[in-house]
């Protein structure tokens, strides 16, 4: 992403903008300043744009992830979404999509914008100031970036979870889940599952962040282009979505079993005991990896559009700027 930017930024400067003398360029301090400016207020629109077109099946795979008699019945998503319909109503398909929002905001912020600064330090460590990154450091700055992100918003995970799997009656709103958790359940809970999240976002955020700018670096090499397309991104976003979440789907079901655990009647006291309990119970495939058909519909779709909104935002904001920096 950072690299399609920067290539972007640069084309733009070269054949849209007239040179502009050095009394009026901004500081480097306040050209640092804005830069991280962009990467959150890119981020978040991306994270909220993708979230939103996802969430009814999202709140579909957390449903399947977790435990119903119904569904050990009737195991098929459609059937799920469309009894969920005509039991709730169609915005019900949408229920727990204010607490996403409230979490997927400033995740994706925080996440998009602590992978360009992860590639900027890597960048100066590695000597690639400027240029893309090799393989590795390119999964590293992912992986790092998925990881800040995570430890700073889970809590606002674990109630999203909880919203989506609980019928309305149980929760009004997103800080009602706060003080019940608190009272009945105790603190700690808001952080049940959180080791499983940071395990599984590990080789999420790298392989998608890996996936996507190496393909975007392979499409330049090969096309003598330097931007893709939007359709383009779309598709390099879907493939890096589908390898990640692939990857990291164990851990997720697990991390959905922990989070929601109090509501459903059971006690997940470790990673490797939440494992057991579900194989034993459910098999490996069918239990492990339930939901897995849904997320290789919602992860694609999710994530090219994360990373294509990121993208085409950061652009549009740049050359807004520099437009503005003209007109002065």
């Known amino acids: 992403m950072g690299n399609g930017v920067r290539e972007g930024q640069?084309?733009?400067?070269?054949?849209?903008?007239?040179?502009?003398?050095?009394?009026?360029l901004p500081s480097e301090d306040n050209q640092e300043k804005k830069k991280v400016l962009n990467s959150l207020v890119s981020g978040a629109l991306a994270g909220a744009v993708a979230k939103t077109a996802v969430a009814p099946l999202d709140r579909t795979k957390i449903m399947f992830?977790?435990?119903?008699?119904?569904?050990?019945?009737?195991?098929?998503?459609?059937?799920l979404i469309y009894r969920t319909y005509l039991n709730e109503g169609f915005w019900s398909l949408w229920r727990g999509n204010s607490a996403t929002m409230v979490r997927v905001i400033p995740y994706a912020a925080i996440q998009f914008c602590a992978h360009e600064e992860y590639k900027q330090l890597l960048g100066s460590?590695?000597?690639?100031?400027?240029?893309?990154?090799?393989?590795?450091?390119?999964?590293?700055?992912?992986?790092?970036?998925?990881?800040?992100?995570a430890m700073l918003t889970y809590p606002l995970d674990m109630v999203r979870a909880r919203m989506a799997?609980?019928?309305?009656?149980?929760?009004?709103?997103?800080?009602?889940?706060?003080?019940?958790?608190?009272?009945?359940?105790?603190?700690?809970t808001l952080y049940r599952g959180f080791t499983p999240t940071i395990l599984g976002v590990i080789p999420y955020a790298g392989l998608s962040f890996f996936t996507y700018e190496t393909l975007k670096k392979l499409h330049a090499d090969h096309s003598g282009k330097l931007q893709p397309s939007p359709p383009e991104r779309l598709l390099f976003g879907a493939c890096a979505g589908l390898i990640g979440q692939s990857a990291s789907?164990?851990?997720?079901?697990?991390?959905?079993?922990?989070?929601?655990?109090g509501v459903m009647g059971h006690t997940y006291s470790s990673i490797l005991l939440t494992m057991q309990e579900i194989i034993r119970e459910e098999g490996l495939i069918r239990g492990l990896y339930k939901g897995l058909s849904m997320n290789w519909v919602k992860g694609p779709i999710a994530v090219g559009i994360s990373f294509t909104t990121f993208d085409l935002t950061q652009i549009l904001l740049r050359k807004l700027q520099h437009s503005t920096n003209v007109e002065r």
């Open 165 to 188: 799997v609980t019928p309305k009656e149980m929760y009004s709103n997103i800080v009602h889940v706060f003080i019940r958790i608190s009272r009945e359940e105790g603190l700690k």
């Open 65 to 79: 992830q977790g435990e119903s008699p119904w569904l050990l019945q009737n195991a098929l998503p459609y059937r």
């Open 125 to 149: 460590y590695y000597g690639f100031q400027g240029k893309a990154l090799t393989p590795f450091p390119r999964f590293i700055a992912g992986s790092l970036a998925g990881t800040t992100a």
């Open 249 to 261: 789907y164990p851990l997720d079901v697990v991390r959905r079993r922990m989070q929601t655990a």
């Open 10 to 24: 640069a084309d733009f400067k070269r054949q849209d903008v007239e040179p502009v003398t050095s009394t009026h």
